[in-house]
T-cell receptor, first 117, second 114 residues
């Protein structure tokens, strides 16, 4: 079974600084998909960034980038130039290609990020 | 395009009762997934429906069930409610076709069982 681990329950960062959220996963598959989702307080969960395991290049979306280390099964999220609006719960998620047509996405426990002014 | 909508947003029920939650996916999305979110267990996959068929089911008791209608709207039902069923229930939709499309989440229904 695939598991996703986020070892940092809470983190904080000063506005404009950079923060990295950690995520590790366990799978025996070679091809899979990884995601970071953001859930702001009392707001809907939205996709931040996704990474396809067969792509070696790390995904980037504006201030958000990932460090994907396939051999280490690590998928960390780096937020540059942190903004107050980045305050949210961040979930790392894994999708198994054997079940991707079934949209069975496995989530980590989440990291609560607070951006301080 | 309107986003994923869930009704009701908040619900208070008593132990032993049953409850039905509704989810309307983004127009054109045929896959609807349901998740339970609690502080202790995080986000857990309940089930997924595609074209009115349940394709996958998480590790939840049979008290949790769902269905999908021909317009892709989905409902989930929890019978004989227990205190531990108190949670935020999230619905997510994604487009049809192959490939792991990203999921678009609704605002959730917060269920409180007393």
């Amino acid at each position: 079974a695939q598991t996703v681990t986020q070892s940092q329950p809470e983190m904080s960062v000063q506005e404009a600084e950079t923060v990295t959220l950690s995520c590790t996963y366990d799978t025996s598959e070679n091809n899979y998909y990884l995601f970071w989702y953001k859930q702001p307080p009392s707001r809907q969960m939205i996709l931040v960034i996704r990474q396809e395991a067969y792509k070696q290049q790390n995904a980037t979306e504006n201030r958000f980038s990932v460090n994907f280390q396939k051999a280490a099964k690590s998928f960390s999220l780096k937020i540059s130039d942190s903004q107050l609006g980045d305050t949210a719960m961040y979930f790392c998620a894994f999708m198994n290609p054997l079940t991707y047509n079934n949209n069975d996405m496995r989530f980590g426990a989440g990291t609560r990020l607070t951006v301080k002014p | 395009k309107a986003g994923v909508t869930q009704t009701p947003r908040y619900l208070i029920k008593t132990r032993g009762q049953q409850v039905t939650l509704s989810c309307s996916p983004i127009s054109g999305h045929r896959s609807v997934s349901w998740y339970q979110q609690t502080p202790g267990q995080g986000l857990q996959f309940l089930f997924e429906y595609f074209s009115e068929t349940q394709r996958n089911k998480g590790n939840f008791p049979g008290r949790f069930s769902g269905r999908q209608f021909s317009n892709s709207r989905s409902e989930m039902n929890v019978s004989t409610l227990e205190l531990g069923d108190s949670a935020l229930y999230l619905c997510a939709s994604s487009p049809a076709g192959t490939g792991p499309y990203e999921q678009y989440f609704g605002p959730g229904t917060r269920l409180t069982v007393t």
